[in-house]
């Protein structure tokens, strides 16, 4: 593991391989070995599931099996829940805290032209950052210790996990799956996952909005018989965090990654496909689809929405080669109802994500994307409301960025309410709310694997105004006050609070209020939370 410099407090770490980071997370605790001979086929997926629950340690499978295939191999340990925390998020894109790259990002798309000496030398103290952006090609890698092609390519030796019962079968469920436009030659990194067919074949299941089925549908219209497509697991965790990423067309992956580790993204060429891959992943499977050949029917899964994604039709991924590192480890997940590994993956989009946000509407102050609602059905939103109808707008102008296309019901709220507070969210909500005259209607693409509509891929949604309203927005009567204490009062009792001998009640923890106390009551019950969240 490497780390890169100290900038106004944003460190960023690089890490030689998964194996580098399992054994961080080992050494801060965060790492529990499994040594008990596991079944991959459902049994290795109630245990994760069980664990991520709960917010528990990434798993180190060491001992692993499949009853429904017993001639497979899995020599390699498998990881589970590698993500699954906010302090772990954090780790895997080489900081203590998610907000330390949200403040940096914020810094370099805020930063001004300098008007004086000194401003430029803090400008100039940011431009390192950008330094570690640009991948740089090396002729030889980790990732191709082992080099697998022909019949030596068996995908027997992953262990791939069936996760729940009804499942197609065993799936690849964290690749990055790369591929080049046939006619611009823009690469890209998504994260599809991949349905084991046999030994050298998975089905490749990228949705009709996501860029690789574009280059896929580019490749037809040409005429290829072949599109090279290379998929790589593990590495430097910031990848896999990388290919989930909602970027903006033309923004690679892999300069993002090398902006998170604040370290270059070190690449190699594939052994049998014209494409380039990290070096320092643990696994590469390199191959192709045919976009003249028949499609494959996929599925089902148990997807993230918490229910089963049906069978729909799909490419075929040929596999031409797998190469690896001699000590590589398999990292996979479980999706499902959530809470889940992935809410934690949502989460560090919401927080890196919302500076980019505030470019496009500079009126929003904050942004939640609740776990429960597997992250785009519910979008919380505060702003600071300039004029009538505000909301709308904003509304409107998230459904026109990127994947955010995807929410189905966005709630505005006023800049004073706490939108990572869902009670406060749900009282200041519900109090403002006149359902007839609040609630807008709308229709537009939804997500793929939305079951919720009468059609695919087209469905209605919403926008919930709960800002206080207007005069010019047809309110006539008078707004009230929402009720505070005043703060004189509330250091007066925090004073008196210790001396008052009132065992077992929280101070003011029954009370909903707009904003945040920063008076010593509410740094008791934030270190109160902070304990009960590391005692989870």
Same mark, same amino acid.
Not at 133 to 148: G, H, I, M, Y
Not at 366 to 371: E, F, Y
Not at 401 to 421: E, L, P
């Given at each position: 593991?490497?780390?890169?410099?100290?900038?106004?407090?944003?460190?960023?770490?690089?890490?030689?391989?998964?194996?580098?980071?399992?054994?961080?997370?080992?050494?801060?605790?965060?790492?529990?070995?499994?040594?008990?001979?596991?079944?991959?086929?459902?049994?290795?997926?109630?245990?994760?599931?069980?664990?991520?629950?709960?917010?528990?340690?990434?798993?180190?499978? =060491?001992?692993?099996?499949?009853?429904?295939? /017993? %001639?497979?191999?899995? /020599? !390699?340990?498998?990881?589970?829940?590698?993500?699954?925390?906010?302090?772990?998020?954090?780790?895997?894109?080489?900081? %203590?805290?998610?907000?330390?790259?949200?403040?940096?990002?914020?810094?370099?798309?805020?930063?001004?032209?300098?008007?004086?000496?000194?401003?430029?030398?803090?400008?100039? @103290?940011?431009?390192?950052?950008?330094?570690?952006?640009?991948? @740089?090609?090396?002729?030889?890698?980790?990732?191709?210790?082992?080099?697998?092609?022909?019949?030596?390519?068996?995908?027997?030796?992953? /262990?791939?996990?069936?996760?729940?019962?009804?499942?197609?079968?065993? !799936?690849?469920?964290?690749?990055?799956?790369?591929?080049?436009?046939?006619?611009?030659?823009?690469?890209?990194?998504?994260?599809?996952?991949?349905?084991?067919?046999?030994?050298?074949?998975?089905?490749?299941?990228?949705?009709?909005?996501?860029?690789?089925?574009?280059? &896929?549908?580019?490749?037809? =219209?040409?005429?290829?018989?072949?599109?090279?497509?290379?998929?790589?697991?593990?590495?430097?965790?910031?990848?896999?965090? +990388?290919?989930?990423?909602?970027?903006?067309?033309?923004? %690679?992956?892999?300069?993002?990654?090398? &902006?998170?580790?604040?370290?270059?993204?070190?690449?190699?060429?594939?052994?049998?496909?014209?494409?380039?891959?990290?070096?320092?992943?643990?696994?590469?499977?390199?191959?192709?689809?045919?976009?003249?050949?028949?499609?494959?029917?996929?599925?089902?899964?148990?997807?993230?929405?918490?229910?089963?994604?049906?069978?729909?039709?799909?490419?075929?991924?040929?596999?031409?080669?797998?190469?690896?590192? @001699?000590?590589?480890?398999?990292?996979?997940?479980?999706?499902?109802?959530?809470?889940?590994?992935?809410?934690?993956?949502?989460?560090?989009?919401?927080?890196?994500?919302?500076?980019?946000?505030?470019?496009? !509407? /500079?009126?929003?102050?904050?942004?939640?994307?609740?776990?429960?609602?597997?992250?785009?059905?519910?979008?919380?939103?505060?702003?600071?409301?300039?004029?009538?109808?505000?909301? +709308?707008?904003?509304?409107?102008?998230?459904?026109?960025?990127?994947?955010?296309? &995807?929410?189905?019901?966005?709630?505005?709220?006023? %800049?004073?309410?706490?939108?990572?507070?869902?009670?406060?969210?749900?009282?200041?909500?519900?109090?403002?709310?006149?359902?007839?005259?609040?609630?807008?209607?709308?229709?537009?693409?939804?997500?793929?694997?939305?079951?919720?509509?009468?059609?695919?891929?087209?469905?209605?949604?919403?926008?919930?105004?709960?800002?206080?309203?207007?005069?010019?927005?047809?309110?006539?009567?008078?707004?009230?006050?929402?009720?505070?204490?005043?703060?004189?009062?509330?250091?007066?009792?925090?004073?008196?609070?210790?001396?008052?001998?009132?065992?077992?009640?929280?101070?003011?923890?029954?009370?909903?209020?707009?904003?945040?106390?920063?008076?010593?009551?509410? @740094?008791?019950?934030?270190?109160?939370?902070?304990?009960?969240?590391?005692?989870?």
């Amino acid at each position: 593991m490497t780390a890169a410099g100290q900038k106004d407090g944003h460190a960023a770490m690089a890490y030689d391989g998964f194996g580098a980071f399992a054994k961080a997370l080992e050494e801060r605790g965060e790492l529990v070995r499994i040594k008990e001979r596991i079944d991959l086929h459902l049994e290795a997926s109630e245990i994760a599931q069980r664990v991520m629950k709960t917010e528990g340690p990434a798993l180190l499978f =060491e001992n692993v099996h499949d009853t429904t295939r /017993p %001639d497979a191999q899995a /020599p !390699f340990p498998l990881i589970v829940n590698a993500y699954g925390s906010r302090r772990r998020m954090s780790l895997a894109l080489g900081v %203590d805290d998610l907000e330390q790259h949200a403040r940096a990002i914020e810094e370099l798309i805020t930063a001004r032209p300098p008007s004086g000496a000194r401003e430029l030398v803090e400008l100039a @103290r940011k431009v390192p950052e950008l330094a570690h952006v640009f991948p @740089r090609p090396s002729r030889e890698a980790p990732c191709q210790e082992v080099v697998l092609t022909g019949d030596e390519v068996d995908l027997d030796q992953l /262990p791939m996990m069936t996760t729940w019962p009804n499942d197609g079968g065993p !799936f690849i469920t964290l690749p990055n799956v790369i591929t080049r436009d046939p006619q611009s030659g823009g690469r890209n990194i998504g994260m599809y996952r991949m349905q084991r067919i046999d030994r050298r074949t998975t089905a490749m299941h990228w949705q009709v909005h996501k860029t690789g089925a574009r280059h &896929f549908r580019a490749a037809k =219209e040409l005429g290829l018989r072949r599109l090279d497509v290379a998929v790589a697991l593990g590495g430097d965790p910031a990848l896999t965090y +990388a290919a989930t990423a909602p970027l903006p067309d033309g923004i %690679d992956e892999w300069m993002f990654a090398g &902006f998170l580790r604040g370290s270059a993204v070190r690449t190699v060429k594939c052994k049998t496909v014209d494409l380039e891959v990290p070096a320092e992943s643990d696994f590469v499977l390199e191959g192709y689809v045919d976009p003249s050949e028949a499609l494959f029917d996929e599925g089902p899964f148990g997807d993230h929405t918490g229910y089963y994604t049906l069978v729909e039709r799909f490419p075929r991924f040929h596999i031409t080669a797998i190469t690896h590192r @001699r000590d590589a480890i398999y990292p996979a997940t479980v999706v499902g109802p959530p809470p889940m590994e992935d809410a934690w993956l949502g989460k560090a989009t919401e927080r890196l994500f919302l500076p980019l946000l505030r470019t496009m !509407f /500079p009126e929003v102050r904050d942004m939640n994307l609740p776990v429960f609602g597997a992250f785009h059905n519910l979008v919380l939103i505060s702003i600071k409301k300039q004029y009538p109808f505000h909301a +709308a707008r904003v509304a409107h102008g998230l459904w026109g960025a990127g994947q955010m296309m &995807f929410s189905k019901v966005i709630c505005v709220v006023d %800049d004073d309410v706490n939108v990572q507070n869902l009670e406060e969210v749900a009282w200041r909500l519900l109090a403002n709310l006149d359902p007839k005259r609040d609630m807008s209607f709308v229709e537009g693409p939804i997500d793929q694997l939305d079951h919720g509509a009468n059609q695919a891929l087209y469905g209605g949604k919403v926008v919930i105004d709960g800002t206080r309203k207007w005069a010019e927005e047809g309110y006539t009567r008078e707004w009230p006050e929402v009720l505070r204490m005043s703060d004189a009062v509330v250091r007066k009792v925090d004073a008196l609070w210790p001396s008052l001998g009132i065992a077992g009640v929280t101070p003011r923890a029954h009370v909903l209020e707009g904003g945040k106390h920063d008076g010593p009551v509410q @740094r008791v019950l934030d270190a109160a939370r902070g304990l009960i969240g590391r005692s989870r």
